[in-house]
């Protein structure tokens, strides 16, 4: 029967066209790997179509942008200094939430400039309108609370993702993720912290070096450079203690990860408590 079968396929194209496909379908189910792959490619796409999320696709064309560079990500720590701010001029650099002070203060505007945190839009909302940056990043769509009529600007919407066993992966410090493709697949949060999404929106623009300025992960003093008047309360510091565990979590990870992948990360950071990287001396990345 089996061969009668066969026979009938090899003289029929299209029969054995059809065929091939669902047998293709039944061995690929049970194969992990084409299923994360359907998923991402296929499945995933289709959902952020069919909810409206067009402007992820923008994203795509980030991709390698500045393949083989290197890439500042300038945090908004209190160790955040203006001599160093002016130093970053003519580098590739993506600033995130209250660093838009720093474009008022100095002139001085990044390459690039993300936030995920609609408080952080309200907060700042005036900085960010008069700064007319060029290329924004959003992790939360402001559309959604009535901001669209505000932006000058256009803004590329990038997916966030986590997993509900990382949450306790990161409370336990053990393994974490690190997305490598944050059209497809969005940008991992699990580091509890913008500037770890954003490493992972600088490895997918192709940096070769990623170097982490201003983050001082110290919850037991003031937080940000533009707040030095104000003292952190116990809840704070209570809470800063379980975030730092999870941002320590992801860099460890993402340190290793990246090497894999021949990117280095550095902490190039004026102090803090940030030791999971391997630590630079800020101004000895200019004397070449």
């Known amino acids: 029967m089996i061969d009668q079968i066969k026979l009938v396929l090899k003289k029929n194209k299209w029969l054995y066209d059809r065929a091939k ?7 690929n189910v049970g194969n992990k790997y084409f299923m994360k792959k359907l998923m991402l490619y296929c499945v995933m796409p289709q959902i952020r179509k069919i909810s409206g999320r067009k402007d992820t696709k923008d994203i795509l064309r980030f991709h390698n942008i500045h393949k083989g560079k290197r890439i500042f990500i300038i945090a908004t720590g209190p ?7 002016l130093k970053l001029k003519d580098e590739i650099t ?11 203060k100095l002139g001085w505007k990044p390459t690039y400039y993300c936030f995920s945190d609609k408080e952080v839009y309200t907060k700042y909302r005036e900085e960010i309108i008069e700064a007319e940056y060029e290329n924004v990043f959003l992790g939360v769509n402001l559309k959604k609370y009535g901001y669209e009529g505000e932006l000058v600007y256009k803004p590329y919407y990038f997916e966030q993702y986590m997993k509900i066993r990382d949450l306790l992966r990161a409370a336990h410090n053990r393994k974490m993720s690190f997305s490598d493709d944050i059209y497809y697949k969005g940008v991992y949060m699990g580091g509890r912290s913008i500037t770890t999404s954003v490493v992972q929106i600088a490895a997918y623009m ?52 990246c090497r894999q992948r021949n990117i280095r990360m550095y902490n190039a950071t004026r102090g803090g408590k940030l030791e999971v990287l391997e630590r630079v001396d800020f101004d000895k990345i200019f004397e070449d």
Do not use: M, W
């Open 94 to 104: 993506i600033a995130v939430n209250g660093a838009v002070a720093l474009t008022k």
């Open 206 to 257: 192709g940096a070769e070096t990623i170097y982490l300025y201003g983050q001082d992960c110290d919850y037991s003093s003031v937080q940000h450079f533009d707040d030095r008047d104000q003292q952190p309360s116990k809840q704070l510091i209570e809470k800063g203690y379980f975030l730092s565990k999870a941002i320590f979590s992801f860099y460890e990870y993402a340190d290793r990860h």
């Open 79 to 85: 160790s955040v200094r203006e001599t160093d701010i």
């Open 21 to 27: 496909i669902v047998a293709d379908i039944r061995y």
